[in-house]
């Protein structure tokens, strides 16, 4: 979808300021519009029309989520198939283990007083790549102060942490929590999160915390008596459990919240969980897929001719004498996945932006027998046209952004593993989720116009992920909207008073 400039002579500066600042002023109608409509959504649902951000002077607050309405932060997968409605913003098909009947929900009570009523849910669920996710989403109640998740929060004591996880796989009527810590995409407010843990590599709640994974200790891991070899409290492997015992709890900061923002904190804080305390989640047999719709009837084919005789077996032949064994061959560090992440918006930086890529990825291929290690890189060059290329050479992809942009600036970030096994093939199923991309485009600030890819060297489907349709042949996902506020118009505009004619982008 190339924009070019259609332009004469004639037209006169006053004109396209005129246009200029119709087209901010439509944007800004626009993003209004959205905000509202998403928090009338969130008010029209269950309790929450009796939280301070749902009275009668409707506040202007817009928390990061927007209300749970964002699936890159808060990843809430709808039941029905058909149709997504509130507070649902992503299937289950493709998201749920086993589907809707393994998604569980619960409700949110204040833990100082478990009968006065629900402040809010939550979803748990497993993803087919072994990951259990949890979704904390806060309501309210009127007169008490909006609860919303700070981040970083002064408000919070020493004792107190934003969340608190425990996860077993046999009952345990105290249940020490393990995860507390969580990387948040970005400081500010949110009325939703969700949080993930690999069941590959969980922390034994009895004797570790959690404290964030790192190249020295992928695991994330943390021994409780804060023993320096780390090693002392590894974590269980619960991909094989059918009973994952948990406890889930939140604290919020309460807001006065108004018609102009979301006010200041009022002081006082709100711990939120379970009112029982302990739930369990019942996984599926782990090849257990929802079932799809059943194709239409096809004609009976006509019955086979009957096959001649089978010949007589062969004799089998006398066994080979035994070979010794070959010394172990050297790691193959010919076997990798690479990630493109490219913006024409933002200067992508070697150093933190890798770092948080690694750290966004890590938790799904770090625990891999076979993994090797990573490798990154950034490239910038002038656009509108750049050949992004892999750590080791290979080429990715043609890229060019379809604008006169003033820069492309691409990282690479390859994933090596000894041997191409199942560990690679669920990396390379993981990358196909959307909300994922969506996720890192927003951690990294990709900004309008950003584009990513994924290929590998053992044959498995390579595919680019887009900011709108038509940037690539090969678009899996198209993350606009809900990540990036993109006004159609305003590009036009600007394209119409500057950008010259531009081919439509390729890929490969």
């Known amino acids: 979808m190339a924009l070019s400039r259609v332009m004469t002579p004639q037209r006169s500066c006053v004109t396209s300021a005129a246009l200029m600042i119709g087209a901010l002023v439509g944007l800004l109608v626009c993003c209004s519009a959205s905000q509202s409509s998403q928090l009338e959504d969130y008010c029209a649902y269950t309790s929450n029309a009796n939280s301070d951000a749902c009275t009668a002077n409707a506040t202007a607050c817009q928390p990061i989520d927007g209300w749970w309405s964002d699936p890159s932060v808060c990843t809430i997968p709808g039941r029905n198939p058909s149709a997504l409605a509130f507070p649902a913003n992503t299937n289950y098909w493709d998201t749920v283990a086993g589907g809707q ?16 009523g629900e402040l809010g849910r939550y979803w748990v669920w497993r993803s087919y790549t072994d990951v259990l996710y949890f ?42 929590v393990a995860y507390t810590y969580f990387n948040m995409p970005e400081a500010g407010l949110y009325s939703c999160f969700t949080v993930a843990i690999n069941l590959a590599s969980v922390c034994n709640a009895h004797t570790s915390v959690y404290s964030g994974a790192s190249s020295i200790n992928p695991s994330g891991c943390r021994c409780r008596d804060w ?14 459990a059918s009973d ?29 969980a379970d009112p029982y305390g302990i739930n369990v989640y019942r996984s599926p047999d782990y090849d257990t897929t929802p079932l799809a719709p059943p194709p239409p009837p096809s004609p009976p084919a006509p019955p086979p001719p009957y096959p001649p005789p089978a010949p007589p077996p062969t004799p089998p032949p006398p066994p080979a004498p035994p070979s010794p064994t070959p010394p172990p061959s050297p790691p193959n560090w010919n076997i990798w996945v690479a990630v493109n992440l490219t913006s024409t918006q933002r200067l992508l930086s070697a150093d933190a932006d890798c770092a948080l890529t690694q750290t966004m990825l890590s938790p799904y291929y770090a625990f891999a027998n076979d993994f090797l290690g990573t490798r990154c890189s950034v490239t910038t060059q002038d656009g509108p046209t750049i050949n992004v290329t892999t750590a080791e050479g290979f080429s990715n992809a043609v890229f060019s952004t379809g604008e006169n942009a003033p820069f492309v600036s691409s990282l690479v970030f390859t994933v090596f593993y000894a041997t191409n096994n199942t560990a690679l093939s669920l990396f390379h199923q993981t990358m196909q989720l959307g909300f994922l991309w969506a996720n890192m485009a927003r951690r990294l600030e990709l900004g309008c116009g950003l584009y990513g890819s994924y290929i590998d060297t053992v044959g498995n489907a390579a595919f680019d992920v887009c900011n709108y349709e038509g940037q690539s042949d090969a678009c899996l996902h198209i993350i606009a909207g809900q990540t990036w506020v993109c006004s159609v118009i305003l590009f036009s505009v600007f394209s119409f008073l500057f950008w010259e004619p531009a081919q439509r982008p390729t890929s490969r």
């Open 135 to 176: 979704t904390v989403a806060l309501g309210g109640r009127t007169g008490k102060g909006q609860p919303l998740l700070q981040n970083p929060s002064s408000a919070l004591s020493q004792s107190q942490t934003i969340f608190g996880i425990a996860l077993l796989p046999k009952f345990d009527p105290i249940m020490p």
């Open 244 to 272: 994952l015992f948990f406890s889930v709890s939140t604290t919020a900061v309460l807001f006065n919240t108004s018609a102009d923002g979301c006010g200041e904190p009022t002081g006082r804080t709100v711990t939120l």
């Open 227 to 240: 023993s320096s070899n780390n090693t002392a409290c590894p974590p269980q492997d619960l991909r094989n």
């Open 101 to 116: 009947e393994y998604l569980l929900e619960g409700s949110l009570v204040d833990t100082t007083d478990r009968r006065g």
